[in-house]
């Protein structure tokens, strides 16, 4: 059935860029949040389809087009 409507897995698909800090720590050995290992790593999907460890100091924030 599902094949019927291949195109719907399309809709609200958004841009396909995810961004995750990681899920279930399996330590809290370190005081850094970002540093502890986790089931689930901190990364995003790269071009390729790969996942690329996510930085928290390459994270920045842009106001050009803000409003005040």
Known sequence: ???AYG???DI???CRHYLAYGAYNLDDASS?????KRLFPAGY???DG???PAS???ITEDVTH???
């Open 45 to 47: 999907i790269g071009a």
């Open 66 to 68: 803000s409003r005040s």
């Open 12 to 14: 609200g698909a958004g």
């Open 50 to 52: 790969r996942l690329v």
């Open 32 to 36: 850094d949040p970002l540093a502890r």
């Open 56 to 58: 928290a100091d390459k």
């Open 7 to 9: 195109d719907y897995f």
């Open 1 to 3: 059935m599902a094949g």
